[in-house]
């Protein structure tokens, strides 16, 4: 693997990052490295709202790089699994096998709202996007390479 970089760093390493864009405009923490393998849960709360805006805060569970939205003016009414994967050469630069995002929650403050979960797959990139449960109390999906 190369080194290329997101807006938020990067290198020939795996590392999370938590993302907030809307509108053209990003926000996002520094980049923490991850050993593969690591088991990651990503959470976001509502932590306030007035009239015309609406304050999240986004980390990973157990690792530092909270990223504090404030005075978004939009509700966030959709949400996205993604891996990104930057400078791949081939197919073969893929790790064997898959990932998996597991035991994905959302809730509202009127409990769980109706989810159905939707994938974009390509075999150019040499990994398929597969909906092992729907729901927003459970949900799977995994890549696999």
Do not use: C
């Amino acid at each position: 693997m190369r080194t290329t970089v997101s807006a938020a760093g990067g290198g020939p390493y795996w590392s999370i990052a938590n993302w907030y864009g809307y509108k053209g405009q990003f926000l996002h923490t520094g980049l923490v490295k991850v050993q593969p393998g690591r088991v990651l849960q990503g959470i976001m709360i509502l932590t306030g709202k007035t009239k015309t805006a609406y304050n999240y805060v986004s980390y990973f569970n157990g690792i530092g790089a909270k990223l504090n939205v404030k005075g978004a003016t939009e509700q966030l009414t959709w949400a996205t699994e993604t891996l990104e994967v930057y400078g791949l050469q081939s197919k073969s630069d893929l790790p064997t096998g898959q990932t998996l995002f597991s035991n994905i929650h959302l809730r509202t403050t009127a409990g769980y709202p109706s989810v159905t979960w939707s994938t974009v797959s390509s075999s150019a990139d040499g990994a398929s996007t597969f909906v092992n449960r729907q729901g927003a109390n459970g949900a799977a999906i995994r890549i696999v390479y």
